[in-house]
């Protein structure tokens, strides 16, 4: 295996290079200027007689070359080692998980968030060779864990996530969505999907017209209802009571079935109400069948060795070695 930097995407700090050789551009004109200024020969000469531009040219690139050196570092050069990669074929699916206060709800036994919990670990299982990633979302949404294939990780995300981890409550359907189709990167428009598992009661206009947006870019959205339609009632962590408007009046929560299957019509997905996991599952599975399958390496049990360390020696020391350079000359005393 070859040698190759792990944060590739860093790359463009080394545009700061161009900010450099500017400044140095507007150094020497100011120099040049100050010099005009002066206007007699002799005094200027007297003045930087024992001014070196060699070790001013060479303090400036030793600068340069120890930030190129420190991006280096930051980039994080490596050399895979250990057990060879193990090449799998899968695709790249991303669990949109509502954890708004409404999941509480318990006209799904125990609850809405338990249920799509053990749906999605359920999932996962049967899923060994694609690679999850999971965001969480409420009146926003946040990436939770990004792309990975490793499953053991990613149950571990599906138990912490809960309602109230998010402080911004509602259901913002449309970031959701958004939020997940970043989770996939620059990839081809083949080979991903979003799996969407929620109430459906979107306090946002705009899903709709994101669920089209994605589908125009390969992504296909199955969603996934939680909940009745006749709706419940739910308890409020931050009373202990049953929740209630300003009003007073008790809030009930209701399935939103009819966005829901709108959405994932739009994106040639699949609506199913989660009654039985198993069930659904196996829905989900057929219809995931549908996406080609990539090939692509997984890297999870490579031990790497990183050279960062040898950059990042290397910049310490050309700093340290700038500093002690002076910009004078040496003069040589006559006897």
């Not at 120099?31 to 007297?46: F, M, P, Q, S, Y």
């Not at 930051?74 to 998980?97: C, F, H, Q, W, Y």
Request: hydrophobic fraction near 45%; proline fraction near 3%; aromatic fraction near 10%.
């Amino acid at each position: 295996m070859h040698l190759q930097f792990q944060y590739q995407h860093y790359a463009w700090l080394l545009t700061g290079v161009i900010f450099f050789i500017i400044l140095f551009v507007f150094i020497l004109q100011w120099k040049r200027k100050v010099t005009r200024r002066i206007g007699d020969e002799k005094l200027v000469n007297a003045l930087v007689k024992e001014y070196s531009s060699r070790k001013f040219f060479l303090k400036f690139f030793l600068l340069v070359f120890c930030f190129v050196l420190g991006v280096a570092a930051v980039m994080n050069l490596r050399k895979p080692g250990g057990e060879s990669p193990t090449e799998r074929k899968g695709i790249d699916l991303a669990i949109a998980l509502d954890v708004s206060k409404s999941m509480l709800a318990t006209d799904l036994a125990p609850s809405r968030i338990e249920r799509a919990k053990h749906f999605i670990n359920r999932l996962i299982e049967t899923m060994p060779n694609d690679r999850i990633a999971l965001i969480v979302f409420a009146g926003n949404a946040y990436l939770q864990m990004p792309l990975t294939i490793d499953h053991g990780a990613a149950t571990l995300f599906v138990s912490a996530a809960a309602p109230g981890n998010i402080p911004n409550q509602g259901t913002n359907i449309s970031e959701a969505l958004t939020r997940s189709a970043a989770a996939f990167g620059n990839t081809d428009d083949k080979f991903k999907s979003i799996v969407l598992i929620t109430d459906g009661e979107d306090h946002h206009p705009e899903a709709i017209a994101t669920a089209k947006k994605l589908a125009a870019e390969g992504v296909m959205i199955n969603t996934i209802g939680i909940g009745s339609t006749n709706g419940a009632s739910f308890m409020d962590p931050a009373t202990g009571m049953e929740k209630r408007d300003d009003a007073g009046n008790i809030v009930i929560t209701k399935l939103n079935d009819d966005e829901l299957r709108s959405i994932a019509e739009k994106t040639n997905g699949i609506y199913l109400k989660l009654d039985n996991s198993e069930e659904a599952i196996a829905q989900l599975k057929t219809q995931l069948s549908q996406i080609k399958k990539k090939a692509f390496n997984d890297q999870s049990l490579l031990n790497f060795t990183s050279y960062y360390f040898w950059f990042a020696g290397a910049m310490f020391l050309g700093l340290l070695w700038e500093g002690l350079i002076s910009e004078k000359k040496k003069i040589k005393k006559i006897s």
